[in-house]
């Protein structure tokens, strides 16, 4: 039996048209690991990718342990997400010439048994093979967005612009209004490894929060 995929199993999730749509994203739960900084050149983002990866590899691979979690299943680890803004502002989607001022939020989805012990015991796990790693910037958090639009974005993250203002005229025209506010952000979902995919060929998701126009 064939490793449960959330890619596949969920495809108005993860797998959109290049063509924008609205979607109702349910309530997840995730590791999160907050900063702030350019992500092409700033430790902490590096930092954090690998304390994402690190804690949701040692729960994939908990099954091996004494005490595997209850309700454990095999899966396939989904993909690194990010929710972004920009200091002192709203973050709209345009260029960002200076992107130090990013605030970031990346995550990565995990499934319904991660429990807080489950995820107490990953930190452990990790901490033992990589003490260097600072496990108590990482949280679990349940993360409702709730209605929002969304779109493929193919190729360089630079030039996501484009496919952004697609996706904002979509809003427009289909009678929402867009709702960057709070915990809800311009969200990525990266589906592509940009070490072994070349630009032009990356997959992201692209997708903003929304709320029905009064």
């Given at each position: 039996?064939?490793?449960?995929?959330?890619?596949?199993?969920?495809?108005?999730?993860?797998?959109?048209?290049?063509?924008?749509?609205?979607?109702?994203?349910?309530e997840m739960i995730?590791?999160?690991?907050?900063?702030?900084?350019?992500?092409?050149?700033?430790?902490?983002?590096?930092?954090?990718?690998?304390?994402?990866?690190?804690?949701?590899?040692?729960?994939?691979?908990?099954?091996?342990?004494?005490?595997?979690?209850?309700?454990?299943?095999?899966?396939?680890?989904?993909?690194?997400?990010?929710?972004?803004?920009?200091?002192?502002?709203?973050?709209?989607?345009?260029?960002?010439?200076?992107?130090?001022?990013?605030?970031?939020?990346?995550?990565?989805?995990?499934?319904?048994?991660?429990?807080?012990?489950?995820?107490?015991?990953?930190?452990?796990?990790?901490?033992?093979k990589k003490p260097?790693?600072?496990?108590?910037?990482?949280?679990?958090?349940?993360?409702?967005?709730?209605?929002?639009?969304?779109?493929?974005?193919?190729?360089?993250?630079?030039?996501?612009?484009?496919?952004?203002?697609?996706?904002?005229?979509?809003?427009?025209?289909?009678?929402?209004?867009?709702?960057?506010?709070?915990?809800?952000?311009?969200?990525?979902?990266?589906?592509?490894?940009?070490?072994?995919?070349?630009?032009?060929?990356?997959?992201?998701?692209?997708?903003?929060?929304?709320?029905?126009?009064?």
């Amino acid at each position: 039996m064939s490793a449960f995929d959330f890619k596949r199993e969920y495809r108005d999730l993860y797998l959109p048209k290049a063509k924008p749509s609205i979607i109702e994203v349910p309530e997840m739960i995730f590791i999160m690991v907050d900063g702030q900084g350019n992500p092409n050149t700033c430790a902490a983002y590096k930092n954090a990718l690998e304390i994402l990866y690190g804690l949701s590899y040692s729960i994939k691979m908990s099954k091996l342990g004494a005490a595997q979690p209850e309700g454990y299943f095999d899966y396939v680890v989904p993909p690194l997400e990010g929710l972004w803004s920009v200091a002192d502002e709203t973050y709209s989607g345009g260029s960002i010439p200076d992107k130090d001022k990013f605030i970031w939020t990346s995550m990565i989805r995990q499934p319904e048994f991660v429990t807080p012990d489950v995820f107490a015991s990953a930190k452990k796990a990790l901490e033992k093979k990589k003490p260097e790693l600072d496990t108590s910037i990482a949280r679990l958090e349940r993360f409702t967005e709730g209605l929002c639009g969304q779109v493929l974005h193919t190729g360089p993250y630079d030039d996501e612009p484009a496919t952004i203002q697609l996706l904002r005229q979509f809003i427009a025209a289909s009678g929402y209004i867009e709702d960057l506010s709070g915990p809800r952000r311009h969200h990525e979902i990266y589906l592509s490894d940009p070490r072994r995919v070349a630009p032009e060929k990356l997959k992201t998701v692209i997708r903003y929060p929304l709320a029905h126009r009064k």
